[in-house]
C-alpha cells in the first residue's frame, strides 16, 4: 500500500456494471452454493418464503449454514446471535481494509456500499485497490451480482435443490477456498508478506484447535496484521 | 431465550439474524472513522487483508480431506503459473470432484 491509498474514487454506471460483470463468473458458483443451501433449509424444516428472505437480508452464506445447525421447533436467539457474529466477524476486518478508500465517499455512500460487502468481492476489490486502480464498482456491482446470485441460489434450492445429491462429491465445497488461495497468491510477493502469512496460518490453525469455534479467521487476521504494523513495509 | 418457530417466530430469528450481519459489515469502517490512518495503521490494514484469506484457508488445507488439499495444491499451482483467478479455482474444483470420484 503506497500513498496514493488516500486516493479518491468515485463510483459511476460504467464501473457499477463492469464490476457486475467480472463477478459474475463466480456468481455462477454461489447460486449453487445457495442452492445447496436452500436446500439444507428445507430439510431444517423452514418454509420458502421465509428461506428466500433470510438469504436477501442476512446474505452471508457461512453464517446461514451455521444457523440451520441450531434451527428445531424453537431456536435458542442468544446462541444464534453469537453464533452469526463470531462466523460473520471478518466483515469488521474487511470493512477496515476497506476504509482508506471508502473514507472519502459520503456516508451514506458508504454504509450502502457496505451492505452488500462479501469475501469475492472485498478480495477483488482490494486487489484493483492494491494495484492503484478503483475497486468501487467490483465492490458494489460485484456484490450486488453475488447478492442475486444467493438470493437465486436459495430460491433454485427450494424447488430443484434435491438434484444435487452430493455437492462434496462435484468438489463444490472447495469453491470459496480455492477462491480465497488464489486471491493470496495473486496478491503481493516478499518476505514480509511470507512471514506475515506465516504467522496468519499458524495462529488461525492454532485457533481452531485450542479456541472457540470460528475464531480461527479474526485471530489468524489480527495476528498477521500485527505483524505488518511492528515490521513496516519500506517507504516508497 | 427461545423463539418458537412459527412464522412471526421465524421472522424475528431472521431479523436478528440479519442486523447481527449488518453489524458486522457497518462495523468495521465505523471503528475505523475514529482512528487516524497513520503509516503503521496502513500497514496493519495491508497485512491483515492477506491474513483474513490465509486464515480462512489454512484449516482447510491442514484439516480438510486429501481431495480438499489436492484442491488447493491444484489452484495455487495454477496461480502462480497462469496468474488468472478462473482457471485457478476451476483447476482446484476439478481436482477434488476427480480425486474423490475414484479414491
Redesign the interface.
Given at each position: 500500500?503506497t500513498s496514493n491509498?488516500?486516493r479518491a474514487y468515485e463510483l459511476d454506471r460504467h464501473e457499477l456494471w463492469s464490476g457486475f460483470k467480472q463477478l459474475l463468473?463466480?456468481s455462477l458458483?454461489v447460486v449453487v452454493f445457495g442452492l445447496a443451501f436452500g436446500l439444507a433449509a428445507t430439510q431444517s424444516?423452514?418454509?420458502g418464503t421465509?428461506i428466500v428472505?433470510?438469504s436477501t437480508?442476512?446474505?452471508?452464506g457461512a453464517?446461514?449454514f451455521a444457523?440451520l445447525d441450531l434451527?428445531?421447533?424453537?431456536?435458542?436467539?442468544?446462541p444464534?446471535?453469537i453464533t452469526?457474529?463470531a462466523v460473520?466477524?471478518?466483515?469488521?476486518?474487511?470493512?477496515?481494509?476497506?476504509?482508506?478508500w471508502?473514507?472519502h465517499l459520503p456516508p451514506a455512500r458508504?454504509?450502502g456500499m457496505?451492505?452488500v460487502?462479501t469475501?469475492a468481492s472485498w478480495?477483488m476489490s482490494?486487489q484493483a485497490f492494491?494495484r492503484g486502480e478503483s475497486g468501487m464498482g467490483l465492490l458494489f456491482g460485484g456484490g450486488i451480482a453475488l447478492w442475486l446470485a444467493w438470493i437465486l441460489g436459495s430460491w433454485l434450492g427450494l424447488h430443484f435443490g434435491s438434484a444435487i445429491h452430493d455437492p462434496?462429491?462435484?468438489?463444490?465445497?472447495?469453491?470459496?477456498?480455492?477462491?480465497?488461495?488464489?486471491?493470496?497468491?495473486?496478491?503481493?510477493k516478499s518476505l514480509r508478506?511470507l512471514a506475515?502469512?506465516t504467522?496468519?496460518?499458524?495462529?488461525?490453525?492454532l485457533a481452531?484447535r485450542y479456541l472457540p469455534e470460528n475464531s480461527?479467521?479474526?485471530?489468524?487476521?489480527?495476528?498477521?496484521?500485527?505483524?505488518?504494523?511492528i515490521w513496516?513495509?519500506k517507504?516508497p | 431465550m427461545n423463539i418458537e418457530t412459527s412464522a412471526i417466530g421465524t421472522l424475528v430469528v431472521i431479523l436478528v439474524m440479519a442486523v447481527v450481519t449488518l453489524a458486522t459489515r457497518w462495523g468495521g469502517i465505523f471503528v475505523m472513522s475514529f482512528v487516524p490512518i497513520g503509516r503503521r495503521v496502513q500497514n496493519f490494514i495491508s497485512a491483515m487483508s492477506g491474513s483474513v484469506l490465509v486464515a480462512l484457508v489454512a484449516p482447510l488445507a491442514v484439516n480438510g480431506d486429501s481431495g480438499a488439499r489436492l484442491a488447493l495444491l491444484a489452484t495455487a499451482a495454477t496461480m502462480l503459473l497462469l496468474k488468472k483467478p478462473l482457471p485457478a479455482i476451476a483447476a482446484g474444483i476439478v481436482a477434488a470432484a476427480l480425486f474423490r470420484q475414484f479414491f
Open positions: 500500500m491509498a488516500a463468473p463466480i458458483f424444516g423452514l418454509d421465509s428472505i433470510m437480508l442476512v446474505f452471508a453464517s446461514q444457523a434451527w428445531g421447533t424453537q431456536v435458542p436467539l442468544i444464534l446471535a452469526v457474529f460473520n466477524a471478518r466483515h469488521l476486518l474487511m470493512g477496515a481494509t476497506l476504509y482508506p471508502l473514507r458508504r454504509y457496505m451492505l460487502v469475501d478480495a482490494m492494491g462434496m462429491s462435484l468438489g463444490l465445497d472447495m469453491v470459496m477456498g480455492c477462491f480465497m488461495l488464489a486471491m493470496a497468491i495473486g496478491g503481493q508478506m506475515i502469512w504467522v496468519a496460518a499458524g495462529s488461525s490453525l481452531y480461527h479467521v479474526v485471530v489468524g487476521a489480527l495476528a498477521g496484521g500485527l505483524l505488518g504494523a513496516m513495509e517507504k | -
